[in-house]
């Protein structure tokens, strides 16, 4: 319990006031410390810039509504039930990085801390989302793994966001975003329900890693459907049924490079020269195959002709 007075020890840092007339400590370190309650501890701690309370058994942390100054906030790993106070209208006005993952609450709040630029929330169940959350204006990094989400529909209107982490979630279907990700840059949907991919999915234009690790798809042509977005260089389908089927990892790289060649990893390796080369050879192949069975077909159709 972090009594008046108790939270001295766990000061660090020194920097300027908000006044430039003398210096305070900035940081709070009172990570794995089996505290509880924080009583009336932010009075003391009003003018801190980074808190550090994770690993603890915090249930209620109301109280640090009062911090103005606060950018940085790690409460990962507590018991914390409700996290209202983050869709406070005057909260953590400052407050750029928070990371609330590993608690107990059931809803994801209506946030707003206008300057938020990362988010972890993972870890948490979560499947309820409060009718308050409309997506955020800053917001660049989301983690939300380990959480019950069917959908990407609850992460769109996020017209910063960069990188959103939704591994070991219940995603079923590739779609609810309707064209409100337009920065986005790197999607991982490992260990999700993911079967198919619509034939026209909505935009992600600068979308460049996409890692769908373990989810349910069947074949090459569905899994070919996420070129739809134009810029993937960086794609992942290992342990999905349409991997699993190939007969060899070289292989199946050719059969994606051949549909998109400017890829630089796949399924977590290098794209080699040698790899590329696979591609064009098996292309070939094909082709040759192709208009071999073509002339076959052609000269079939005339000698049943002549004979008629």
Not at 19 to 38: A, I, P, R, T, Y
């Amino acid at each position: 319990m972090l009594k008046p007075g108790n939270i001295c020890p766990y000061l660090t840092n020194f920097d300027n006031s908000a006044d430039k007339e003398c210096l305070q400590f900035s940081n709070v370190d009172c990570g794995s410390q089996e505290c509880e309650q924080l009583m009336k501890v932010a009075e003391e701690i009003k003018d801190v810039a980074i808190i550090d309370f994770s690993n603890n058994g915090l249930v209620d942390i109301s109280s640090l509504n009062t911090l103005m100054r606060l950018t940085r906030l790690n409460l990962s790993n507590n018991r914390i039930k409700s996290m209202a106070v983050f869709a406070q209208e005057d909260a953590f006005p400052n407050l750029k990085w928070l990371d609330i993952s590993n608690n107990k609450f059931i809803e994801w709040p209506g946030f707003k801390c206008p300057k938020l630029d990362y988010l972890n929330i993972g870890g948490n169940k979560l499947e309820k989302v409060s009718a308050e959350w409309a997506g955020h204006p800053n917001l660049r990094v989301i983690s939300a793994f380990d959480n019950k989400f069917k959908n990407l529909g609850n992460f769109k209107a996020m017209s910063k966001l960069e990188e959103l982490y939704l591994a070991n979630n219940l995603i079923t279907s590739f779609n609810g975003w309707e064209g409100g990700l337009p920065a986005l840059k790197r999607l991982h949907l490992r260990r999700n329900k993911i079967k198919v991919f619509e034939d026209e999915l909505s935009e992600l234009p600068e979308l460049e890693y996409l890692n769908i690790r373990r989810n349910e798809i069947e074949t090459l042509d569905l899994a070919f459907k996420v070129f739809q977005f134009p810029k993937i260089t960086d794609l992942s389908v290992l342990n999905n049924p349409c991997d699993s089927n190939c007969s060899s990892a070289n292989l199946l790289m050719a059969e994606f490079l051949i549909k998109r060649s400017s890829l630089v990893r796949f399924n977590k390796t290098r794209v080699t020269e040698a790899n590329r080369l696979e591609a064009v050879h098996l292309a070939n192949f094909r082709f040759d195959k192709a208009e071999i069975k073509r002339k076959e077909d052609d000269a079939a159709e005339a000698a049943k002709q002549g004979d008629e």
